[in-house]
Structures are given as structure tokens and as C-alpha cells.
């Protein structure tokens, strides 16, 4: 039996992710969950692939990072917490348009597309130097001590009055609509 190799070094995005849930806890800034986040990263040797740039599952892990900005800068990460809420993500969108390289540094951009009575869709975008490098979707949920937690309620909690979900656009939609047809089938 072959044994198994170890592969990288996890010790950099755990430093990132350990640095980020500091950060965001420690801030004071709120802003509303309608923002756009940004969060400023750079590519690392541990983030390469064979073609030495960011490897493509590693766009993934950032975006983890950015959805955690995102909790922290609207004031939703701490109730998360509290309340024993954990992301669970459902499905992922991904499109890469131009390569990460090392070193080059890269922000990504956070928002909330769509929420219904379970799932949130979110919309992350990597740009450097101004131009768009990658762009993803998400749809995710919370789940708590005692199953789902609907988004109307994590909003709530989180002193949000109006949690009315923003209007779906067609692309999202759609999207949703071949992750059901998928499911069915």
C-alpha cells in the first residue's frame, strides 16, 4: 500500500484566516449589510500550482476569507458566534479570467446578491491592478445548535430592521434554477 504524501503547508492560510477573525472581531466599523467588502490579500508561495500561479482551489479558500471580512465588517460575524451559527456553503460558481501570479496582490470584493427562506447567494470578484482577475458565486447557509438558521433571522439578530432580500436578478435565478434542475435529477 502506497503511503499517502503530505502536500503543502496549511500553516499560511490558517495564519491568514487566524489574523483575519482577529481583526474582524476587534473592529468597530459597521457597515450595512448591503456593502460591497474588500479585502486586501496577496499571493503566496503556498497558493501555487504547477503553472506558478494561484492555484485554482486556492480561490476558493480565499473567497472563504472574504466571506468572513464580510460577516466581520457588517457586524455579523460576533452574533454568528454567539450563537453557535456556522457557514455551510451549498454550491460555487467560478470563473477565471486572467492568472494570479507570486507576490502580486489582489483584493476581493464581497457582496450579498440574494437571500431566500434558507440559502444566501453571495457575489465575490478578485481584481488586481483594476482589472477584474476572477469571479465567483456562492450559496450558503447558517446552521445552528438546532438546524438551518434562515437569513431573515441572522440579519435580525444582528440589529438589521429591514431584512427584506435584495430583488433576484435573472443571472442568479437562472443559476438557482440549474442547481434545483441538478438536485432533481
Request: proline share 6%.
Amino acid at each position: 500500500m502506497a503511503r499517502a504524501r503530505k502536500e503543502g503547508c496549511p500553516v499560511n492560510l490558517y495564519f491568514r484566516l487566524f489574523m483575519l477573525l482577529l481583526k474582524s472581531l476587534a473592529a468597530r466599523a459597521r457597515l450595512p449589510w448591503s456593502a460591497t467588502t474588500s479585502l486586501g490579500l496577496r499571493v503566496l508561495p503556498h497558493d501555487l500550482d504547477l503553472n506558478f500561479h494561484l492555484n485554482n482551489g486556492r480561490y476558493l479558500t480565499m473567497m472563504d476569507l472574504g466571506r468572513l471580512d464580510y460577516l466581520g465588517q457588517t457586524g455579523m460575524l460576533k452574533t454568528c458566534i454567539k450563537r453557535k451559527w456556522l457557514p455551510i456553503l451549498g454550491a460555487t460558481q467560478m470563473t477565471y479570467l486572467r492568472p494570479l501570479k507570486l507576490f502580486q496582490t489582489f483584493t476581493i470584493d464581497t457582496e450579498i446578491e440574494y437571500w431566500d427562506e434558507k440559502w444566501v447567494v453571495m457575489r465575490q470578484r478578485f481584481y488586481s491592478k483594476g482589472k477584474l482577475v476572477a469571479s465567483g458565486r456562492v450559496r450558503a447557509l447558517m446552521r445552528g445548535p438546532q438546524g438551518n438558521v434562515p437569513p431573515a433571522e441572522i440579519l435580525a439578530a444582528s440589529g438589521i430592521s429591514d431584512p427584506t432580500p435584495p430583488p433576484i436578478s435573472d443571472e442568479v435565478r437562472h443559476w438557482l434554477a440549474s442547481l434545483n434542475s441538478l438536485k432533481a435529477s
